[in-house]
């Protein structure tokens, strides 16, 4: 074991920075290469002969980029959440925040900007807004802790819930959320501001379609890269928050805050940078959301139950690990769109139905219910259910989640281990 | 947590002319100050307190013995206005009298503490009894997956029978009696029957509940196993069991709190109910301090009165939708800040 861990070292001091560079982000590389495949992979399986079935267990593309938005969101929640323990319930405030904050500013309603404000400064204005609205609240929250802090924070959120949910200034009807009006009918766009040729327009039907090797990639397909890149660069601004010494002292007030305190640090200085950080993210995660779907209503931004998902997502990636919160989110998707997705084109009952032949769709079970009554009761839009019932067993079983558990099992971090292990195998 | 149609039934607008919007704040402060305005107020105040403080009050014995926040309470109080809802619809024809109703509903609301509260001790002994060695947010975790898992199930049920799942049940509702559903007049007062029978069974709840925590040696167990559960195992009482009693016991509080929600029509039976009430049930069970039962009678009558204060101002001055919801939660965010641990809550509990 020791003689092993000398020659690790000496290894690593003979590599030079950039292929030792590669080798602590190789696992990273490959996720992210893993992603950018995705389209080209979903694009060959769904026209290929096993088209059916890809079609039925896949993610749709849709999915995949509300994958990247909402993951990031769900990583911002773990960052305050799983690091330094305070359960940060009423995070939906800040997804609120960045989601509003770009629709508002695209339909020329936020004081001093114009509606033409290009995307990436109302993206960024907008996390900084979040970021202010974490000062403020967690100025206020952190002389708490515990469930309270949990309760504090949900407070807050439901009391702009609430109120957005009331206020016409937002939208005609602000029940239903605001919509990108007229005052901004093009895409938004991601890149470098003000050069229109560093720039590529997201959205289902405003975004744009790039020509690349010959091959016509759809507007899914660019909003997927675009929000991916986005999505990306906050990943790798939280990984590195997390691995520096604010991080480790992050982690300090989560396993002893009285410790970390006694060893001298201001915790408190600590907690509220982590939450400004963490706001800052999730009005970022917010805004890309706005971007991309041009609404948003109170319930899928500022509602408890959005700081709720990314809560399940959270528990199922691994609470506590950064990237865990993501494959929690697509663990969670998939499940969703397998299980309840009806005639959208993925999912389990148009397969059923399309494969089953209409004996057996016919067929009774009992009391005058058949195969085909039974299959839709069940797979249709109950996708609650399934989440739910998988999530109780990650709480019984895998409490640590999916990468937390990867973790144990390996004996350290993913990035870490694979590596060492596969130069073990040489 | 207040539905849109709420202007037509808060109850206290026909004891008053309704304003037009616009009407200056002190004309709407003479009004308010007005004796007939603050005794009706009073009286809506009262029985909003009656129906938070039986919300909140299984959750609060929860939380103040196990420190379990269980997510799933909410549920449980919607699953009890359904089960309420079937045994009503079943018992209560066209021909039933009055009190036949009144006598059928006190059946219903002893079949649903039964049911849910039984329900409740199997969803301890089966999941949560596995979590007591872990962290206590392992606990408040498993209840919000299971409270998913519940919501969705009701869903799909009360979907196969033909019903809407966001809207009230209307056939529930019709079986109210007529001397509930109208207003009597008391003096110059007009108080609707509904708002006295609330208060009543609220009034019930809070002394059944802390008749059977000082009075019954069972509610002594409960008291020691809150106060300190290790001490309380080392004096020979079975804790395990008395979380199981007090687990089944919050349950059925809570199942039975959902019958009396389906008679009342700003609630009603239906699926979203148990988000609407699991939110004020938490700001109740904060207000009055995590764990203390007295605390939690108290919250209950704070935050049902800010919520009838600010009702009459929206019904009657301003046309601001969101002020009781906002205030509700303002009252929560103003006290945690003022006395973090809550009226009568222990520094202790909690975390902190």
């Given amino acids: ?426 | 947590m207040i539905p849109a149609d709420i202007v037509a039934l808060a109850g206290v607008e026909s004891t008053l002319p309704v304003l037009q919007s616009g009407t200056s704040f002190l004309d709407g402060l003479g009004q308010f100050l007005s004796p007939e305005a603050l005794v009706s107020v009073f009286v809506e105040g009262l029985a909003k307190s009656a129906i938070y403080v039986m919300i909140a009050a299984g959750l609060s014995l929860i939380f103040g013995l196990m420190g379990v926040l269980n997510f799933a309470h909410g549920t449980l109080t919607m699953i009890g206005a359904y089960l309420a809802g079937i045994v009503m619809v079943v018992l209560v024809g066209g021909a039933t009298g009055q009190w036949g109703r009144v006598l059928a509903f006190f059946g219903a609301l002893a079949v649903v503490f039964v049911l849910v509260g039984g329900f409740g001790g199997l969803v301890e002994v089966g999941l949560i009894r596995k979590l007591y060695d872990r962290p206590p947010i392992a606990q408040i975790l498993l209840t919000f997956g299971v409270a998913l898992v519940l919501e969705e199930l009701a869903r799909i049920i009360v979907l196969f029978y033909g019903l809407q799942p966001t809207s009230e049940w209307q056939e529930a509702l019709g079986t109210k009696p007529a001397v509930l559903a109208t207003r009597h007049s008391l003096g110059p007062l007009s108080i609707r029957g509904l708002a006295l029978f609330e208060i009543l069974l609220g009034f019930l709840t809070v002394v059944g509940i802390w008749a059977f925590l000082t009075r019954t040696r069972y509610g002594l167990f409960i008291r020691a196993g809150s106060e300190d559960a290790e001490m309380a195992e080392a004096l020979g009482i079975d804790v395990r069991r008395v979380f199981t009693v007090v687990f089944a016991l919050g349950a059925g509080i809570a199942g039975m709190a959902g019958a009396v929600l389906m008679w009342d029509q700003i609630w009603g039976a239906n699926v979203p109910l148990a988000a609407e009430t699991l939110l004020p049930a938490f700001v109740v069970v904060i207000i009055g301090g995590l764990g203390t039962f007295r605390g939690t009678v108290v919250g209950a009558i704070v935050v049902g009165m800010v919520d009838a204060v600010t009702t009459w101002w929206f019904v009657n001055v301003v046309t601001w939708t969101w002020l009781p919801d906002v205030a509700v939660f303002l009252v929560l965010v103003g006290m945690l800040i003022l006395r973090p641990q809550g009226l009568y809550g222990v520094e202790e509990v909690g975390g902190h």
């Fill in chain 1, 1 to 426: 074991m020791a003689i092993s861990s000398e020659t690790r070292l000496v290894g690593r001091l003979n590599a030079s920075w950039p292929v030792e560079h590669l080798r602590n982000h190789g696992v990273h590389l490959v996720v992210v290469l893993a992603l950018v495949a995705y389209p080209g992979f979903y694009h060959l399986l769904t026209n290929s002969p096993v088209s059916a079935e890809a079609v039925a267990i896949l993610p749709r593309m849709p999915t995949m980029i509300a994958l990247l938005y909402f993951g990031l969101f769900a990583m911002s929640f773990d960052f305050i959440s799983g690091y330094t323990g305070y359960l940060s319930f009423g995070h939906a405030a800040f997804y609120g925040t960045g989601a509003y904050f770009v629709i508002l500013v695209a339909n020329g309603k936020a004081p001093l900007l114009p509606a033409g404000t290009p995307f990436m400064v109302s993206l960024l204005l907008g996390g900084i807004l979040a970021a202010l609205l974490a000062l403020a609240i967690g100025l206020v929250s952190f002389r708490l802790s515990g469930v309270y802090f949990a309760m504090i924070t949900l407070g807050f959120s439901q009391v702009m819930y609430v109120f957005i949910r009331g206020w016409d200034y937002v939208a005609s009807n602000p029940r239903d959320g605001p919509t990108v009006g007229s005052t901004h009918s093009e895409g938004f766009e991601i890149g470098v501001p003000y050069v229109d040729q560093l720039n590529l327009a997201i959205g289902s039907f405003s975004g744009e379609e790039v020509e690349l090797f010959g091959h016509t990639l759809g507007t899914y397909t660019t909003s997927f890269y675009m929000v991916g890149l986005v999505v990306l660069v906050s990943y790798f601004a939280l990984q590195r928050i997390v691995h520096s010494p604010f991080g480790r002292v992050m982690v300090a007030i989560r396993d002893n805050e009285e410790r970390a305190e006694a060893v001298g640090y201001n915790t408190l200085v600590y907690k509220l940078g982590a939450f400004v950080i963490s706001g800052f993210f999730g009005g970022i995660a917010g805004g890309l959301f706005a971007g991309y779907a041009r609404s948003v209503t109170p319930e899928n931004t500022f509602y408890f139950l959005t700081a709720g998902d990314a809560l399940l997502a959270s528990i199922i990636g691994g609470f506590g690990t950064l990237a865990g919160p993501l494959y929690g989110h697509l663990f969670d998707e998939t499940i969703r769109e397998f299980l309840s997705n009806a005639g959208l084109g993925g999912g389990l009952l148009p397969y059923l139905r399309q494969r089953l032949g209409e004996g057996v769709l016919g067929t009774e079970i009992f009391g005058g219910l058949t195969v085909e009554g039974f299959i839709t009761a069940a797979l249709n839009g109950h996708a609650a259910l399934y989440v739910g019932l998988v999530f109780v067993l990650f709480v019984l079983y895998l409490p640590n989640g999916i990468l937390g558990t990867l973790r144990q099992w390996l004996g350290g971090p993913v990035s870490k281990r694979v590596p060492e292990l596969l130069r073990g195998l040489r």
